[in-house]
């Protein structure tokens, strides 16, 4: 069958649907991935075929956040949801998403004549590329969501309904339908759940972190890919004393930590070169310079993929990001976490600690002392790395991405037109 992936232009996007995407690919499927043109790398340094969408101008502005760091200093903890809170802060966060799902929009007539010019049997689109899910209407092929974090746009979307009928409203009352008009009027189409939550949905989350709600979920493991690179001699060399890697993600709020916190990121090297770690940590040129020469226990550089360099980690501090928390589970890696609070990293770093695979510092209580404290316990109580056992265990029991092809397969057949 044919199969489109339709993502959302950023590193963190594209990464998590390229396992399944090659697990398509080896089992003989036709995949292609329909892209921004400036974002076109991603996909291809992956050994997935590229499609091109969209003039350059449409997106330039998400497309820049994988390359200008001053840009990720404009994300905040908007879409961060505490679905324990029973305020009205959700009501606000329905309106900036929707607002937000609109962004993919004018991509929307690129994708629908690449649907009727190659005919997709399948359409999988990233949460964020709504109107993939229209393209597949009109294109007559099966459509699912696949999620890259948990699945904050559906349980926004109930949350909504669910006072839309308390409070008496009818579809007219309903903010979202006059919003997707502006994609399904052009083509005659009436709004339906599925065209924002897709036919199902493939969830690479752990069954523990999925939020409560009634709709068709499928999950896969999250089998961490982190791009590619050249990788030198050390990396897969174990270290005399325990090396730990600090990382604050490549395209999320983790960046932000210092300023957050008032902690220095030189602060944070003296704090950890300090005890009997090899620290290796993985940060942009402003903060490499900043500490000018490193200690010799510690490794500054630039990138290195996570799958590659966790083997041989016996730690690992970062922002709560999913596809370092993915890559850590894989690996039985514990994890220390300061929550950098934009989607779902608070409840990651909930999961992890309540789970025994690692600790939490919020970033208002970020010291040097207290990441030295709690590193060193990390490193010293084996209890944390049975608690990573047990999440790596959880994950090892969803479908590998090459056991849900034929899920997919009989999903696709049921649900194309």
Same mark, same amino acid.
């Given at each position: ?11 963190? &996007? ?15 499927? $036709? ?14 340094? /992956? ?9 350059? &101008?449409?997106? /330039? ?20 949801? +505490?679905?324990?809170? +029973?305020? #009205?802060?959700?009501? =606000? ?26 005919? @997709? ?38 949350? !909504? ?9 009818? %579809? #007219?009352?309903?903010?979202?339908? %006059? ?23 493939? $969830? ?27 990788? @030198? ?5 174990? *270290? ?23 902690? *220095? ?7 950890? /070169? ?21 200690? +010799? ?16 980690? !016996? ?8 596809? =370092? ?13 300061? @929550?950098? @609070? ?10 992890? #600690? ?8 919020? !970033? ?16 010293? $109580? +084996? !209890?944390?790395?049975?608690? #990573?056992?047990?999440? &790596? ?18 999903? =696709? ?5």
């Amino acid at each position: 069958m044919r199969v489109l992936f339709a993502v959302f232009p950023a590193v963190a &996007h594209v990464h998590p649907i390229v396992p399944l995407a090659w697990a398509l690919q080896n089992a003989g499927h $036709d995949v292609r991935v329909a892209i921004h043109p400036d974002a076109v790398d991603l996909v291809t340094e /992956a050994g997935l075929a590229a499609v091109p969408l969209g003039a350059r &101008h449409k997106l /330039a502005g998400v497309v820049e956040f994988n390359s200008n760091l001053d840009r990720l200093d404009s994300l905040d903890d908007t879409l961060s949801l +505490d679905t324990e809170d +029973d305020g #009205a802060r959700w009501e =606000t966060q329905w309106q900036v998403m929707c607002n937000t799902l609109l962004v993919y929009l004018p991509l929307l007539p690129d994708l629908v004549d690449f649907v009727q010019d190659w005919k @997709p049997d399948l359409v999988v689109w990233d949460p964020f590329c709504v109107p993939a899910a229209v393209a597949a209407r009109v294109g007559g092929a099966a459509q699912a969501r696949f999620l890259w974090g948990r699945d904050n746009i559906g349980w926004l979307r109930a949350k !909504s309904a669910e006072q839309l009928t308390a409070r008496g409203g009818g %579809p #007219a009352d309903d903010p979202l339908v %006059p919003l997707m008009s502006n994609m399904l009027v052009p083509y005659g189409l009436e709004f339906e759940e599925e065209l924002l939550t897709g036919q199902w949905t493939i $969830d690479p989350m752990p069954r523990g972190m999925r939020l409560p709600l009634d709709l068709p979920y499928t999950s896969v493991r999250r089998v961490p890919y982190n791009g590619t690179a050249a990788l @030198p001699a050390w990396v897969h060399q174990r *270290s005399a004393c325990p090396r730990v890697v600090l990382t604050l993600g490549i395209g999320g709020r983790g960046r932000q930590l210092f300023r957050q916190s008032g902690v *220095s990121f030189p602060e944070v090297v003296e704090a950890v /070169a300090g005890l009997d770690v090899e620290l290796v940590a993985t940060v942009g040129a402003a903060e490499r310079e900043a500490v000018g020469t490193a200690p +010799d226990n510690v490794r500054l550089i630039d990138y290195v993929p996570l799958n590659h360099l966790l083997p041989t980690c !016996s730690a690992i501090i970062h922002h709560g990001g999913g596809g =370092t928390f993915a890559a850590a589970v894989a690996h039985q890696v514990p994890q220390l976490v300061t @929550p950098m @609070p934009f989607w779902g990293e608070a409840a990651t770093a909930r999961y992890v #600690a309540d789970n025994g695979a690692g600790l939490v510092i919020d !970033s208002a209580r970020f010291t040097p002392d207290a990441l030295r404290e709690s590193l060193t316990r990390l490193l010293e $109580d +084996d !209890s944390f790395r049975d608690g #990573a056992a047990v999440l &790596h265990q959880e994950m090892q029991e969803a479908p590998a991405p090459g056991d849900l092809v034929p899920v997919l397969e009989e999903l =696709t057949t049921r649900h194309r037109r």
